[in-house]
C-alpha cells in the first residue's frame, strides 16, 4: 500500500505540474485554487459531490478495461442496502405523484461462459418523478423507488416501475460554479441504477440511460457509455427497457 501511494501520488503531483507549466499558472492562481478547495471542504457534502462529480467515472473505466463482462458505471450517493425484496418479478413501490410513466425492466445475468446465473441479488433503483430519491430527499419512505430481485433458475428478472426523470444535482456550491466557469451544466439524465451480487463473482455497478433522452449527450458527470444506452421497446402496450448482465469471476 506505501509503495502504491508513493507511485499514484508521484504521478499525480507529476501530471499538474505538467498542466500548470502548459497553461502557465501563477502564483496568484495557485492561491486561488487553494483557497476554493479549502472553501469546498468546509462546505457540508461539496467535496464529495465534487469528486463524484468529476472523477467517479473514471474509476468504472478502471473497472472496464480490466473486466470482460458487462460496462460498470458510476454508483451515486444513493444506494441504500435494505431494498424491499421481491423476488424474481415484481413491482416497485411507487407514489401517484407528477408525470407517472410505467414502464417494465427485464433481462437475464449470464456468466462469461454464457451460462444463466441464478440466485443473483440485484438491487434497482432510480429517482421519483421530481427527481430525488427515496430514504434520502423529502421524507419519502425508503421502500419506494427502490427493490431488489433475485434471479429465477435461468437467471432472469422482471420489474415494474414508473420512468425516472433527470435531474440536477445541488448547482448552489463550488462544485456548480466549477460547472459553470467550464461551459457546462449541472443536469444528469433520467437514469436507472443497479447493483449485482452472487459469492463468488464480481459485484457489479451500472446504470440504464433512455435512448434519445434529454441530456444523453451532456450529463454533468461525463458517465453515459454508449453500451448502457438503450431504447424502450413495445411489448404487449408496456414499454420495455430489456437490460442484459454478463458478470465476471471474483
Not at 29 to 37: D, G, N, P, S, T
Not at 45 to 50: A, P, Q, S, V
Not at 121 to 148: C, F, M, N, Q
Amino acid at each position: 500500500m506505501i509503495e502504491r501511494s508513493k507511485t499514484v501520488m508521484n504521478d499525480l503531483v507529476a501530471a499538474i505540474r505538467n498542466v500548470m507549466l502548459k497553461h502557465e499558472i501563477t502564483n496568484e492562481e495557485l492561491r486561488f485554487a487553494v483557497k476554493y478547495l479549502k472553501e469546498t471542504a468546509n462546505t457540508e457534502f461539496e467535496l464529495e459531490l465534487m469528486m463524484e462529480n468529476f472523477f467517479e467515472i473514471t474509476t468504472a473505466h478502471v473497472t472496464n478495461n480490466k473486466n470482460s463482462g458487462s460496462a460498470s458505471n458510476i454508483a451515486g450517493p444513493f444506494f441504500l442496502e435494505d431494498a424491499p425484496d421481491i423476488g424474481s418479478e415484481g413491482e416497485i413501490k411507487t407514489l401517484e405523484e407528477g408525470e407517472h410513466l410505467p414502464i417494465v425492466i427485464r433481462g437475464q445475468i449470464k456468466d462469461l461462459a454464457g451460462k444463466p446465473i441464478s440466485g443473483v441479488k440485484l438491487d434497482v433503483w432510480h429517482s421519483t418523478p421530481r427527481g430525488t430519491y427515496s430514504g434520502v430527499h423529502e421524507g419519502i419512505p425508503s421502500e419506494y423507488y427502490r427493490a431488489k430481485l433475485t434471479t429465477d433458475e435461468m437467471g432472469y428478472y422482471k420489474v415494474r416501475t414508473t420512468k425516472p426523470v433527470p435531474y440536477q444535482i445541488p448547482d448552489n456550491g463550488n462544485t456548480g460554479r466549477l460547472l459553470k466557469s467550464m461551459g457546462r451544466h449541472a443536469w444528469r439524465p433520467a437514469h436507472v441504477h443497479f447493483k449485482a451480487r452472487k459469492p463468488g463473482l464480481q459485484e457489479h455497478i451500472t446504470q440504464v440511460y433512455f435512448n434519445g433522452e434529454d441530456y444523453v449527450d451532456s450529463d454533468c458527470c461525463e458517465a453515459v457509455i454508449d453500451e448502457l444506452v438503450i431504447p424502450f421497446v413495445e411489448e404487449n402496450g408496456e414499454q420495455v427497457i430489456i437490460k442484459n448482465f454478463v458478470l465476471d469471476a471474483a
